[in-house]
C-alpha cells in the first residue's frame, strides 16, 4: 500500500514476478473495507498515507490481524519511527530506495509467519468446538483433571462415584482428541475458559 501510483505499480509487477498474487490499495481506507484474506499474507506498507499515518493503521489492525505481518517501507525513515514499529510488531522497516531481493527475502519469511499464525488459529478454532461438545458436567471433570485432581478427590467433590468421574474422563479424552494427560492439560492452558475455572 502506497500512495504513489508508480511505486505501486513497480511492486506490483516485482512481486507478481516472484509468484505471487499482489493486491493494491491507494488508502487505508480502501485496505480496512477489504474483507480479512483467509490465505498466508504480509502488507507491504507505505508509513505515509494520504487518509491514515501507516503506523496508525499498524495500530488498528494489529489485534484484528495479527496473522498479517506488516513490512513497513518509507522514503524518508528515522530510528524513533523504526523503533516504534518494529516495537509495535512490524516484520520488517525498509528505507528508500531498497534492493528488490530485500524486500522479497522479507515477504518469504513474513508469509511463513502468517502461514504458521494462520494453522494456529485453525487450531485453535478446532480445540473450541471440541470443548464446546463437552457436557457442563464433562467442562468440571476436564478443569479438575487438568487441575491436578484425583478421581476420588473429584467424585467426592462432585457427590458422584469415582468409576462416573472415569467415564466422563474417558468421554473429555476422546471428545478432545487427547492422546494423553499430559496433551489434554496443553490443550486446557488454550482454552480461557478452562484456565479462568483453574485458578
Request: hydrophobic fraction near 45%; include cysteine.
Amino acid at each position: 500500500m502506497d500512495d504513489d501510483v508508480s511505486v505501486r505499480e513497480s511492486l506490483e509487477l516485482m512481486i507478481r514476478s516472484a509468484g505471487w498474487l499482489p493486491e493494491l490499495f491507494e488508502s487505508a481506507q480502501a485496505f480496512l473495507a477489504r474483507p480479512r484474506p483467509t490465505v498466508p499474507s504480509c502488507l507491504v506498507l507505505d508509513v505515509n498515507l494520504p487518509d491514515l499515518n501507516g503506523l496508525d493503521l499498524q495500530t488498528s489492525i494489529g489485534t484484528n490481524r495479527p496473522e498479517m505481518p506488516i513490512i513497513f517501507i518509507t522514503g524518508y525513515g528515522d530510528i524513533p519511527l523504526t523503533v516504534r514499529a518494529m516495537k509495535a510488531g512490524a516484520a520488517e522497516f525498509l528505507t528508500k530506495p531498497f534492493e528488490d531481493e530485500v524486500l522479497l527475502r522479507a515477504m518469504v519469511d513474513a508469509l511463513e509467519h502468517s502461514r504458521a499464525a494462520l494453522a494456529q488459529e485453525q487450531g485453535l478454532h478446532v480445540l473450541r468446538n471440541a470443548y464446546a461438545s463437552l457436557t457442563p458436567r464433562e467442562r468440571e471433570v476436564l478443569a479438575m483433571v487438568v487441575a491436578g485432581r484425583l478421581n476420588k478427590q473429584i467424585a467426592a467433590d462432585l457427590s458422584i462415584s469415582e468409576i462416573t468421574v472415569k467415564a466422563h474422563r474417558g468421554k473429555v479424552m476422546r471428545k478432545m482428541h487427547a492422546r494423553s494427560l499430559p496433551d489434554l492439560v496443553k490443550m486446557a492452558a488454550q482454552l480461557p475458559t478452562v484456565s479462568a475455572s483453574q485458578s
